[in-house]
C-alpha cells in the first residue's frame, strides 16, 4: 500500500522552539517570579522506616528569613488523604505530603520549612531535630509477601496492593505438547527518569475569590486535578492549573509531583503569599518517582525448533511505599500481552506489592516497558537452552504480516505491520552476520563484544478503561484531547491544545498538521505553547503522557483546522 504524500508532514524544517532554549529566553517554572514570594525546603527522612518520635522545629523557627514550618502533624489537620486508586484493603491507605506518624522510605519528607530565600530554607531544614524509631524494613516484593514481613503501612493489614491472573488460550495443552519447558527467574530493575529539569511548583492565593493559582509542570494536570482538589478540600473550579511556556523534559517522572503541589497550595492558602519549590538534582534522584522494578518467575513451553507454544509467568511488581497512581501498572501491560509475538496461550498471575523504597510514577513506556523486556529476555534464554541464534528464534515467533489485523490472546488488535521484513532489515543493516563471525574470532583470542537486539512493539494514548479491571467503581475511562483553531483579528491562524510541551517540539509538529490541513506554509501558523485550565483548551485526558500528544493532540487539530477551512470556505 502506498504511503500518502504530504506537503508539510514529514518533512524537514528548522525547528521553531530551538531559539529559546538556545538563546537562553525560554521561560521555564523557576523563572515565574512573584513579588512576595516564599521559599519552600524538605526536611527529608535518611532511613526508609522508622517511627517518628518527635520533631522540634524551634531553632529552624529561629532562623533568619524564616516564616513558617509545618510537619506530618499539621497537614493531617488541614488536608483529607490523597484518593487511591486501588479499592480496599489499599484504598484506605493514608497518604499526605508530609510523613504521618512513620516514615515509609529514605528520603520522604517529615518537615517543610517556608523562609524568604531558598537558602533561608535550605539552611533552616538542616536545624530540624528528628527522632526516630527504626523499624524492620522491606525492599523486595517477594519477602513482603511473607507472614510476618514489616506492613508499610499498618492500616492496610497487608503489602499486597493488588492481584490478578490472565488465563488466555489453552495453556495446560501448549505445555503438554512441548519437546522442552525452559524455566527461569528475570528481574527489571528500577531506575530514575532523570529529567533536565527537577520538578516544582509555584502557588498563589486570591483571598477575595478563595481561589489558587498553581504554576507546575505535572504533564497530567487534569487528571491530577481530583487528587489536589480533594486533598485542598476544594472545588476544582477553585483552582487553576499553569504550565510554563518550557518545561525541561518528564518522562512521567513529573505525573506524582501533585503531593508537591498540594502541600504548596496548602501553604499558599496559609500564608497568603505566593510560595515556591523546586526540586534538587539530589532529591530527584534519591526520593523523586522511580520506575517500577519488576521480578518475573517464568515457564515456557518450546518446540526444538525454537518456537514458543506457551508461557507460565508469576509476576512481581514493586511499587515502593505508596500506589498512588497505581495499580495501573498491573494491567497496561495487557496492552501488549505477547508483544510481537504470536503466543497465544498464557498464564499470567501478577502481584503489586509496596515496599519501603521511594514511590514510582508511570515513566516512559510504563509497565510495557518491562513487559516488553522480558520477552527479549526470553527469547535469548530459549535460544541459547536450545543451541539456537537469538535472531532466528525471534524471526520463528514473530507475528506474520500475512495474519494482520492479528488478535492477541488478550483481545488487543494488531491493525497492520510486517514485523518479520522490519526485523531483517534491522539485521541487514547492523551487518548481523558478519558480526557474528567477528564474535567467534575474538573470541578465541579472549576479546569479548556483545550482540543485542529486540523486536518490540508498544501501545500509544492509553484506554484508561483498563483501569477497571483493578477498580471497577473507578470514575475516568476512555481517553481525549481538546484542540482549537482560530483566526484572530490580524489574520493570524492560531492554534491550542490541551497537551504542553516537554521537549517534544509541538510548535513545530502541531504547525505543520494545521499547515497540512489549511495548504499554508507552517511558519504562518501561531500555536500557543503551556497549558491553562482558565483560559486554554483542554479535555478530561488532557496532558501530555503515554505517548498521545502527536495521536490525539495531532488529530484534534487536524480536525479542528478542517472545520475551520469550512467555515473560511463558506466566507
Known sequence: MALQEYKWMGKPLKV??????????????????????????????????????????????????????????????????????????????????????????FGEPVAAIVATSRYAAEDAAELVEVEYEQLGCVLDAEEALKPGAPLVHDEAGTNLVWRGVWDLGSVDTAFAQADRVIKDKIYFHRYAPIP????????????????????????MPMFVIPMICGAL????????????????????????????????????????????????RTENIESGTHSNERTFHVEVAVKKDGTILGLRAK???????????????????????????????????FAQVMTNKGPTSPVRGYSRLQHNFMWEKLMDIVARELGLDPAEVRLRNLIKAADMPYTGPSGTIYDGGDYERAFRKLLDALEYTKWRKLQE??????????????????????????????????????????????????????????????????????????????????????????????????????????????????????????KLKEKVVLL
Not at 506530618?72 to 504521618?100: C, R
Open 233 to 280: 478540600r476544594m472545588p476544582p473550579s477553585k483552582v487553576r492549573m499553569i504550565h510554563p511556556p518550557n518545561i525541561g523534559g518528564s518522562f512521567g517522572g513529573k505525573i506524582m509531583s501533585y503531593t508537591h503541589a498540594t502541600l504548596v497550595a496548602l501553604l499558599a492558602k496559609t500564608l497568603k503569599r505566593p510560595v515556591k519549590y523546586m526540586e534538587t
Open 315 to 349: 509476576i512481581y511488581d514493586n511499587c515502593g511505599a505508596y500506589p498512588r497512581y497505581e495499580p495501573a501498572g498491573a494491567v497496561i501491560w495487557s496492552q501488549v500481552t505477547p508483544g510481537v509475538y504470536a503466543v497465544k496461550n498464557i498464564f499470567i498471575e
Open 441 to 562: 574470532e575474538y573470541r578465541a583470542k579472549k576479546r569479548y563484544i556483545g550482540i543485542g537486539f529486540s523486536a518490540v512493539i508498544d501501545s500509544a494514548a492509553n484506554n484508561f478503561g483498563q483501569v477497571k479491571i483493578i477498580n471497577k467503581y473507578f470514575p475516568v475511562s476512555g481517553n481525549s484531547e481538546a484542540a482549537m483553531v482560530m483566526i484572530d483579528q490580524g489574520g493570524q491562524v492560531v492554534a491550542r491544545t490541551g497537551t504542553s510541551d516537554t521537549g517534544q517540539s509541538h510548535s513545530t509538529t502541531f504547525a505543520q498538521i494545521v499547515a497540512e490541513e489549511l495548504d499554508m506554509d507552517p511558519s504562518r501558523i501561531e500555536f500557543q505553547r503551556g497549558f491553562d485550565s482558565v483560559s486554554g483548551v483542554w479535555a478530561a485526558h488532557s496532558g501530555a503522557y503515554a505517548s498521545r500528544s502527536a495521536v490525539l493532540a495531532g488529530t484534534a487539530l487536524a480536525l479542528a483546522a478542517r
Open 16 to 105: 521553531k522552539e530551538d531559539v529559546y532554549p538556545i538563546t537562553g529566553k525560554a521561560t521555564y517554572l523557576d523563572d515565574i517570579d512573584i513579588p512576595g514570594t516564599l521559599y519552600l525546603a524538605y526536611v527529608r527522612s535518611p532511613v526508609a522506616h522508622a517511627r517518628i518520635k518527635r520533631i522540634d522545629t524551634s531553632k529552624a523557627l529561629a532562623h533568619p528569613g524564616v516564616v513558617h514550618c509545618v510537619t506530618g502533624e499539621d497537614v493531617k489537620k488541614a488536608l483529607s488523604p490523597f484518593m487511591e486508586i486501588t479499592e480496599p484493603p489499599n484504598g484506605k491507605i493514608y497518604d499526605y505530603p508530609l510523613a504521618v506518624d512513620k516514615v515509609r522510605y
Open 196 to 219: 533536565l529539569e527537577p520538578s516544582g511548583v509555584l502557588a498563589t492565593y486570591d483571598e477575595s475569590q478563595d481561589s489558587l493559582t498553581i504554576y507546575n509542570m505535572i504533564p
